[in-house]
């Protein structure tokens, strides 16, 4: 299972961003997936996730602001950033558990200037 990330960069505050997750496997198959992120000195915290029936949940920190969607024809999973602020420095990662194991991104860095 590969999963493919893309879409980062650097943004002033108040921008937005799409990521994107392109996997080998099937999205509409999986069973969870979710976007994380990790600042510098801090531990890798869990911004959005969808469930194998659609259903997302999202940090308080991101609630409003961030969207997590999938394209099933697509294979891929995104996550729309709107509203960005300098707190959301971050290297995002992709995550899916297909067949109760988990896969990770190689992670895209996303910077957010004031």
């Known amino acids: 299972v590969q999963l493919v990330e893309s879409g980062g960069g650097l943004v002033e505050a108040g921008g937005s961003l799409r990521l994107s997750c392109a996997a080998s496997?099937?999205?509409?198959?999986?069973?969870?997936g979710g976007w994380y992120r990790q600042a510098p000195g801090k531990q890798r915290e869990l911004v959005a996730g969808?469930?194998?029936?659609?259903?997302?949940n999202y940090a308080d920190s991101v609630k409003g602001r961030f969207t997590i969607s999938r394209d099933n024809a697509k294979n891929t999973m995104y996550l729309q950033m709107n509203s960005l602020k300098p707190e959301d420095t971050a290297v995002y990662y992709c995550?899916?558990?297909?067949?109760?194991?988990?896969?990770w991104g190689q992670g895209t860095q996303v910077t957010v200037s004031s």
């Open positions: 995550n899916i558990v297909f067949k109760f194991s988990t896969y």
């Open positions: 496997v099937s999205i509409f198959s999986i069973n969870v």
């Open positions: 969808i469930s194998g029936g659609g259903r997302t």
